[in-house]
């Protein structure tokens, strides 16, 4: 894992492509000798200005394989794994002026970067950049006053997680910090618990400590071991006891986000805990943090044998 150099995708809201960036980058031929350099290492997605967007970079993945487009010869997928969203966009350009890229921190005219991004949508990054990008990016995950809340303190981690998060400036680092599991378990907590509040999604109970951990716990909804991505839409916040029935698949939710109850399975006392039927489970304020219908269908399905 990691070659000399590391890359940028650049993706935007009204992109005619056919990208699904936790999954795959589409693009067109005139980049395809970059995108297999970049093959079997870590990209960066950037966000442009097209559309609204931030000008930052917002999350890694890791490029698996080039596929050619079985609809159109003249344009390629980048299959990715390991998504990974940052906890805050980092900007390309930081409050003194800096570019978080080599190339653009080289230009004679600062004034001259979007010129010079013409036509670099799939471009190769230094790993130093792309190890300063990275932090960033999980700054508020890595932050040691966080560890608590996010579940990364001593008794609950390994010494090889304690050795990243205590060195994770390095490339190698930065590289094994990306698919850890109990680093992506906190960054994935950060988001899902952000989106929803700190509030379980079935009983709306929302308990916080004098720390700020959150009593609220986040759940994927495609599990991990089956291959479900650490993203909010594969999420939901529920109390510890919500979750232990939620990941036995003794409750689940429909296509309207109604919670299902296994009845015969799920002890009456707690059913006075969950929403009346019919009623929509507590959601994000954002109808794009929702959970994804192709998600919950998944786990709906092993619900149905029950």
Known sequence: ????????????????????????????????????ELTSDWIVYRETRVAGGRMAYIAAAFVERIDADPRDPSHFYARVRDYLEFDQPVPYRDGSGRFAEQFLREMARPGDAGRNLRGKSVRVLKNEDFVAIVNAGL??????????????????????????????????????????????????????????????????????????KAEAQAAHIWSVADGGPDIVQNGVALSATAHWLFDRHLITFDDNLCLLVSHNKVPSELLQLFPPAGQQIRLPRYRGLHPRPDFVARHRERFAGV
């Not at 693009?27 to 297999?36: G, K, V, W």
């Not at 190698?172 to 929803?196: P, S, T, W």
């Open 1 to 36: 894992m990691g070659g000399t150099v590391k890359g940028v995708f650049e993706i935007s809201g009204n992109s005619r492509y056919d990208d699904a960036i936790t999954e795959r980058y589409h693009f067109p031929s005139n980049y395809l000798s970059i995108a297999r």
């Open 139 to 212: 700054a508020e995950t890595l932050d040691p006053d966080n560890r608590v809340r996010l579940e990364l303190d001593a008794p609950r981690i390994d010494p090889e997680t304690n050795l990243l998060l205590e060195d994770h400036f390095a490339e190698r680092c930065v590289e094994q910090m990306l698919v850890n599991r109990k680093i992506r378990d906190a960054n994935f907590r950060n988001h899902v618990l952000d989106a929803y509040e700190n509030t379980c999604a079935v009983t709306g109970l929302r308990i916080v400590n004098g720390g700020g």
